[in-house]
Each structure stands twice: as C-alpha cells, then as structure tokens.
C-alpha cells in the first residue's frame, strides 16, 4: 500500500472512530510504529487529525469554525426532512415569514413553494433561489443584501437594516448550535446580529435544530433558550437534553426520521 493510501485510509478510521492508536494502526498495515506516527505527522500538517500521545485524534473545531453550505447539506438528510415537513404546516397563505440562512431552512423552503400569497423574507441565497426557481407570481420573496459568509448567508448592516423596517409573522430560525448555557448560537458574529433582527421583526420564533446541535456552541449567542415559541428537533436529541427542553421551551416538537 502506498503512503498516500495508506494516510487516506488512516484518516477515515479516525473520523469514523474518533480516534487511533500508533500500535493498532502499525499492526494491521504491517509497517513500523515510526512509519504510522510520519503517516500522522503529515496528516496533522494538513490540518486533517490532531497527534496526541500514542496515536490521533479528530480535530475538534473551534466556536468559530463556519462550514459551508455544501458540507453542511450533507449530514441528518432524513432528520432535516422530517423537520421541515413539521414546520411548513405551521404556515398558511398569505402569511409574511422570514427564513434564515442554513440547510435545515433551504429544505423548508422546499415544501413551501407551492403555499399561495405567501411573502418571503430571507438573507440566504439558497433559500432565494428556491423560491425564484419555482416561479410562483403570487408569492414575493425579499433578499436581503449583506455581506456573503461561507454559509451563503447576506450578513452585515445593509442586512440587518432592511430587516428591522419589516414586521413579520414568524421566523424560522436555522442555528449552528444550542446549549442550556449560551442558548442558540452561530459561529458568524455578523450573522449573530441578522440573526437577532429577525427575531425582533417577527411575532412568533420557531427554531429548527437537529439533536447533533445540542452541546455545540458556536461564538455568538442569538437568543436564549426560552425565547424560541417553538423548537423542532428529532428523536436523536437525548433524554436529559429533551427533559431540559421540555422544562425551557413553550413547545418542544420531536420528530421522526423517515
């Protein structure tokens, strides 16, 4: 086996397991102990692991990290589709509704192109794009302009300054993480502050957030806990993190993955 192979092949065990050892590894690909930790060396320059003693481990992204739109499309498909399909019954025609950046909210507006005199406003491209595509004529869709982030989100003061002139039925919120501590969070400082007007413009708060977001906090907090109306979420969430939601959150929704 090459090195080259033999690294991508160390790299899948570690994001699978979560971690390696040296002695393991050299074992099972018959080469030397010292081979493994050059293997690991390099594989750590990249950015790709982190060596701790004896073996590695996967790199654990700080509160700023911001994956893209295409990486984050990708993870809890089915729990994200169960989610949306709950919160488009939420809305009725001739509601006005703000959608905000992320993969849970592009899958939302999905199931809505087809609700009649619905007014739209959002600061993601996605979402935008989901709507114009469809081409409805009695719906109004309202982009906000901003600043482009990694997750095609408009951020900024044109952002936030368009949003605080609108007064809204309800926002469906898309975060990167929520804790009893910080609350919903982002790792986007200026979308932390989109994020927030939103919720002001808006009478009524649903958040959709799927049970991986529990326990990640990204840099800024949007809002607490207790101020999203609504949250959706899916049965993966854990009994101690649904008991405290329960107890924080007007409704709490769990829905099943199909």
């Given amino acids: 086996m090459l090195a080259q192979q033999r690294q991508a092949a160390i790299l899948d065990r ?62 809890q498909r089915a729990e994200k589709a169960a989610m949306a399909g709950h919160a488009a019954a939420l809305v009725s025609p001739g509601d006005a509704i703000a959608l905000s950046a992320g993969t849970t909210t592009a ?43 990694p997750s095609d989100a408009l951020v900024g003061s044109v952002a936030v ?40 413009a808006a009478e009524r708060l649903v958040v959709l957030a799927d049970h991986t977001k529990w326990g990640t906090v990204g840099i800024s907090s949007i809002v607490p806990l207790e101020r999203a109306d609504v949250l959706i979420t899916d049965e993966g969430l854990d009994l101690q993190a649904r008991t405290l939601l329960e107890e924080t959150v007007p409704e709490l929704v769990v829905v099943t993955a199909q």
Avoid: C, W
């Fill in 161 to 200: 300054a368009a949003i605080r002139s609108l007064h809204l039925d309800m926002l469906f919120l898309g975060v990167h993480g929520m804790s009893e501590r910080a609350g919903y969070t982002t790792p986007n400082l200026m979308e932390a502050d989109v994020n927030r007007a939103l919720v002001e």
């Fill in 14 to 75: 570690v994001r699978a397991a979560g971690g390696v050892r040296v002695s393991e590894l050299a074992s099972e690909y018959g080469v030397s102990d010292m081979t493994i930790r050059r293997d690991l060396e390099s594989l750590a320059d990249r950015g790709l692991l982190a060596k701790v003693h004896g073996g590695a481990t996967t790199v654990s992204p700080g509160s700023a990290h911001e994956p893209g739109f295409a990486a984050k499309s990708v993870r």
């Fill in 107 to 149: 899958g939302l507006a999905q199931r809505l192109v087809d609700v009649p005199d619905l007014t739209v406003v959002t600061n993601s491209i996605p979402v935008a794009d989901v709507f114009y595509r469809a081409g409805r004529p009695d719906q109004t869709v309202i982009l906000t302009g901003g600043t482009r982030t």
